[in-house]
């Protein structure tokens, strides 16, 4: 059962933590913990704020789904702040299955397989370019896009991010069952538009073929397109907080 309302008033309050300063949102005057009860120590004014706000338009019942920046949060702190070496396997196993790696037969599916040639290829030489990793488009299940020595350089940049930043990552390529059209999100190369239309690019033409399901497409674009728009937003609040540049937009270019 959803659980009731049971404060009256959100806010924020800033705190001084071993790991550094950060701010935490308050219900009712009480800290907010994470679901497993941990101390939820945010690392910027801005996200408390929004994090505060979902709380906020809250109304007689909490609906955790209507809360995608406070479950990221709590993702981060819960699960990545714990075993950040089984999430950072997790996104990195996105890349033996990567959507954009794997094109439809010209002969059977032509205008899926055009698609696919046109949206695909420029994001696999951008991540080519940007991370000199060896990466490739290719047919059947045989396929392997992705060279084991591009996998390793991969997981080093991964594990520099912040746990903050490695939820939103590891959002963005489930939503995607791509690492790196989750990867083009954070880096500011797509919107969360652009993201969720190259990923659904089979589906949509199944659509055209098939027809238009209301009630299940549709709420499965809008979906994907919050999860997608909350995980780059959160991406970006947490990147800005830390006064670092994020290691995933760093070029190899000197």
């Known amino acids: 059962h959803a659980a009731s309302r049971f404060y009256k008033k959100t806010g924020i309050e800033a705190v001084a933590t071993e790991e550094g300063d950060g701010y935490q949102v308050t219900l009712d005057g009480r800290p907010l913990r994470s679901p497993a009860r941990r101390t939820l120590v945010l690392p910027s004014e801005a996200l408390a704020l929004a994090i505060a706000a979902e709380w906020d338009a809250q109304r007689k019942v909490i609906e ?106 590891q959002c963005a390529t489930q939503e995607c069952k791509s690492f790196v059209i989750g990867l083009a999100l954070l880096c500011h190369r797509l919107d969360a538009a652009e993201a969720e239309t190259i990923a659904r690019l089979e589906e949509t033409v199944q659509i055209e073929r098939w027809g238009f399901v209301e009630g299940a497409h549709d709420y499965d674009v809008a979906r994907i397109r919050f999860r997608l728009t909350s995980a780059s937003l959160f991406a970006d609040f947490a990147a800005a907080a830390l006064g670092t540049e994020s290691p995933l937009r760093r070029s190899t270019e000197p």
């Open 64 to 169: 955790p789904a209507a809360m995608p920046l406070m479950s990221l949060a709590a993702t981060a702190v819960d699960q990545v702040g714990r075993e950040k070496s089984f999430v950072v396997e997790n996104v990195l196993k996105y890349l033996r299955t990567d959507t954009t790696c794997f094109l439809a037969g010209e002969a059977e599916e032509p205008k899926l397989h055009q698609l696919q040639l046109t949206h695909y290829l420029p994001l696999l030489d951008w991540a080519k370019g940007e991370y000199g990793i060896d990466i490739a488009a290719g047919f059947g299940i045989a396929h392997r896009p992705t060279s084991e020595p591009s996998v390793a350089k991969l997981r080093a940049l991964v594990e520099l991010c912040s746990h903050w930043e490695l939820a939103a990552l």
